[in-house]
């Protein structure tokens, strides 16, 4: 008996990308898991020591995650209002939140105690961050200060103005306990020094402030603003060094990654972005479902999280490679026992081909249950590709026909909806202009009753993408053929000089070699 061949998607396969190391580092984080908070996602916080629990504020309270069970293992929720920028002490032992009404609470990560309650502020606490020595506490309001708490005694130290509008970003130096850094919406940037009390520098992004970070060693700042990235060294007194430019809405957070030699940034554009430190260049991009509004990573890299304007949060964990401990297989065979090494021995005779759902389903000629598994939401999602290869094998066993009959509305719909939003892709259009012909073929008699239904509407969302197309084509020979008549036009024209007749005159054999026009 022959041995049954599995459905080949590989002709529908992209164009070939240079994987870069840093490409496939952050490709393993794999897929995110979603979960749903009660509000917008304010901040998220890593805590800097093992299991590595992250917390994250939203609406009234503020969740601590395990990043391995992605569950809540601690609930903080003693706010009145909405609780604002909770972040871990370096010890992970304490959590310093704000909140709308302008006061600032410390937690102990274990009991969730109130530890200190420190008031003063007069608006929303946005940012709060520990000092480097993890003895002093550095909070960002909308009152237009940055207040300085000692955690000892529950005094407030000092208060820092300066900025002329709401300051929604802020961060502390990672080496010395004395200097603070705020952001405002004035555009402004300001340094301040605990030792003097005052504002010793202070620089203009262009644009509302909505992030800061300090680099490890704590003479470089970079802040987010607008769509941009910029970068300062705070050692010669603010000078920017580079500006990226990479989003094209704003700019909500950073986050440093990979003990410092990585930045992410999270836009409003659905976008993360990965940049080199050492060359500012982009090494990788993570789309996101929905506009971002905080992002966090984990000290070791496993875990990343994401919180968007919907309330989600999305967590990115790399898990490890299953074919990096492939454990060694045995065979018994009478008193005897075979060991084979998976790693570089082929053994014929033990060779087992793993075939897809889809694939089981055609072996047994079950054509309906191959089409609902290539239709399923993740795999005609993710790879389109594997439902247009499998369309493409039905149609050549004529059995496309049977497979469509008889299906339930949601399953036409989803059907259908699949031609609408692939039948442009230059990779899947003659097959899929066959699938809608047979599609029509099978329900010419039931039209009328689709009228109104759902059904119907997808049909006829399909016949408005099909008339996009044609004009889009239409457009497209008609480009092709003023371009024809500019270059005949051009074989045809005489020199204007007597000089121009000495010379070949080959324009027009220039611009058809550098003109392609491709309809397909």
């Not at 939140?97 to 008031?119: M, N, P, S, W």
């Not at 103005?161 to 850094?181: F, M, Q």
């Not at 605990?194 to 970070?213: A, F, I, W």
């Not at 992002?295 to 999305?314: E, H, Y």
Request: net charge negative; proline share 3%; with cysteine.
């Amino acid at each position: 008996m022959s041995q049954f061949k599995k459905t080949d998607s590989k002709i529908y396969a992209k164009t070939a990308t240079v994987l870069s190391p840093d490409t496939i580092y952050w490709k393993k984080l794999g897929v995110p898991t979603l979960v749903k908070e009660f509000g917008a996602i304010d901040y998220i916080d890593f805590c800097p020591v093992e299991p590595y629990l992250f917390a994250v504020t939203a609406s009234v309270r503020v969740q601590i995650y395990n990043p391995i069970t992605k569950l809540v293992v601690k609930n903080i929720t003693k706010f009145q209002e909405a609780a604002h920028g909770g972040s871990f002490r370096k010890d992970g032992n304490l959590l310093v939140a704000g909140d709308e009404l302008g006061k600032v609470r410390l937690f102990d990560v274990t009991t969730r105690t109130i530890l200190r309650y420190f008031e003063g502020h007069k608006a929303p606490v946005h940012r709060t961050f520990f000092t480097a020595d993890g003895h002093h506490v550095a909070s960002f309001s909308d009152d237009r200060t940055v207040g300085y708490w000692d955690i000892a005694t529950e005094n407030h130290l000092h208060t820092f103005t300066g900025h002329e509008d709401y300051i929604r970003a802020g961060c502390t130096s990672p080496v010395s306990p004395n200097i603070i850094l705020s952001g405002g919406y004035d555009r402004k940037i300001r340094m301040y020094d605990t030792r003097v009390e005052e504002c010793v520098m202070t620089v203009d992004h262009g644009q509302p402030v909505e992030s800061l970070v300090f680099l490890p060693s704590g003479g470089i700042f970079i802040s987010a603003g607008g769509t941009s990235v910029n970068v300062y060294d705070a050692l010669s007194g603010g000078r920017q060094l580079a500006q990226l430019s990479q989003h094209h809405k704003t700019v909500t957070c950073l986050q440093l990654a990979s003990d410092g030699k990585r930045l992410f940034s999270g836009s409003l554009d659905r976008h993360v972005k990965v940049y080199d430190i050492a060359t500012y260049q982009v090494v990788h991009t993570i789309d996101s479902s929905n506009a971002i509004l905080s992002l966090g990573i984990s000290k070791n890299d496993d875990t990343l999280v994401t919180g968007m304007v919907d309330g989600l949060i999305a967590i990115y964990r790399r898990e490890g490679d299953p074919r990096d401990e492939q454990p060694t297989q045995r065979v018994r065979k009478g008193h005897h026992q075979h060991i084979f090494e998976p790693a570089d021995q082929q053994v014929e005779e033990f060779k087992f081909v793993r075939y897809e759902g889809h694939d089981r389903a055609l072996r047994k000629y079950e054509y309906k249950k191959a089409l609902d598994a290539v239709m399923a939401a993740k795999v005609r999602g993710m790879w389109p590709e594997k439902t247009v290869a499998l369309i493409k094998e039905l149609i050549r066993r004529k059995g496309l026909h049977r497979a469509l009959d008889d299906r339930s509305p949601e399953s036409l719909v989803h059907f259908i909806n699949f031609l609408t939003r692939h039948i442009g892709d230059y990779r899947f259009t003659p097959v899929l202009i066959d699938a809608g012909n047979i599609l029509l073929d099978v329900y010419e008699d039931s039209l009328e009753k689709f009228a109104g239904t759902i059904v119907g509407k997808a049909f006829v969302t399909l016949a408005n993408k099909l008339q996009t197309e044609e004009q889009l084509v239409q457009e497209f020979l008609n480009l092709q053929g003023m371009l024809d008549m500019i270059s005949v036009a051009a074989d045809t024209a005489e020199p204007d000089t007597v000089d121009d007749a000495i010379a070949p005159y080959d324009a027009s054999n220039k611009a058809k070699n550098q003109t392609v026009i491709s309809v397909d």
